[in-house]
């Protein structure tokens, strides 16, 4: 058997397009279940912290329960409970926050 016979036939008689087309298949289903929903989900959170205001009850991401009494570019500061702590904090670890009507948004 020569060389140019064995590499023109396919094993298996597979096309090469058919060997694709899962792969192919595949993409739209990755961006579907894991990018888009990420994608949503860090809108959701950039409104969140746009709609952010004096007054509002936050969560950081490291598990602190505070208000906000000021607003910077970057920072925000937020007065601790029982002691009346002001701590000031970047906006990206605010995981959660819950405005004065009780509603959370995170």
Do not use: C, H
């Not at 925000?76 to 009346?84: E, G, K």
């Amino acid at each position: 058997m020569s060389f140019a016979t064995w590499a023109a036939a396919p094993p298996g008689g597979a096309s090469g397009f058919s060997m694709l087309l899962p792969i192919l298949l595949f993409l739209p289903l990755l961006y579907l279940l894991m990018i888009r929903p990420q994608q949503k989900r860090q809108k959701q959170w950039q409104q969140m912290l746009g709609s952010i205001k004096s007054g509002d009850k936050v969560t950081t991401a490291g598990g602190i329960r505070g208000i906000i009494l000021s607003i910077k570019d970057d920072s925000i500061i937020i007065r601790v409970a029982p002691d009346n702590l002001k701590l000031e904090v970047a906006k990206s670890a605010i995981a959660s926050v819950t405005t004065e009507e009780g509603t959370s948004k995170s």
